[in-house]
Structures are given as structure tokens and as C-alpha cells.
């Protein structure tokens, strides 16, 4: 079954760290790029951070660049991400993405608030 699989959300105080896990199967996973995407409460879609396939290449949007970072283990078929300093706007539901294949995971709720 090819699917990913989101852990690691929760409820942390503002300045507070978490990490987020991705869990791939069914997919040859270390040839693909994969991102994290996430939605806040009434909010759109926002792209928050990509890794390239060999981990080598990273990117994150302009909000989070410095507190976070992503990272993979592609003999674990796992990407990560590492969420520091967190601010209550990154509340959201935090989704990882396999864009070429089209594939989401269920996501993880993030939640930072005092």
C-alpha cells in the first residue's frame, strides 16, 4: 500500500520544539523530493519546506527559514521535520507531500500556545 504517514504533532508552548516524522511506504522513496506542507486553522495551503533526493538540497519558506529543518533517512523511508522556536502562528496541520506521485499523508496537528 503506497501511503505516508505523519507523527509527531502536539501541543507545545510558544519557544517550544517538535518534531515531526513521515513515514513512507510502498514507494521507492529515495527517489523523490518530498515536502511538508501545512494549513493553518482558516486558512490556505502553505508550502513550508522540500528536501531534494539525496538530502543535499533543502528549501523552506521565508517564515520558518532558521527555526526549522527538514531532513530524510532513506534507509528508514523517513523525512523529518525539525520544528524550533515555534511561534503560535505555526499552528497548522502539517501535511508531507509526495508531489510527483500526488500523494499526501493524513497530517499532524501542531498546535503552540501558552
Known amino acids: 500500500q503506497v501511503q505516508l504517514v505523519e507523527s509527531g504533532g502536539g501541543l507545545v508552548q510558544p519557544g517550544g520544539s517538535l518534531r515531526l516524522s513521515c513515514a513512507a511506504s510502498g514507494l521507492a522513496f529515495s527517489s523523490y523530493r518530498m515536502y511538508w506542507v501545512r494549513q493553518a486553522p482558516g486558512k490556505g495551503l502553505e508550502w513550508v519546506s522540500f528536501i531534494s533526493k539525496s538530502g543535499r538540497t533543502t528549501w523552506y519558506t521565508n517564515s520558518v527559514k532558521g527555526r526549522f529543518t527538514i531532513s530524510r533517512d532513506n534507509a528508514q523511508n523517513t523525512t523529518y521535520l525539525q520544528m524550533n522556536s515555534l511561534k503560535s502562528e505555526d499552528t497548522a496541520v502539517y501535511y508531507c507531500?509526495?508531489?510527483?506521485?500526488?500523494?499526501w499523508g493524513e497530517g499532524t496537528l501542531v498546535t503552540v500556545s501558552s
Open positions: 507531500v509526495h508531489l510527483g506521485l500526488g500523494l
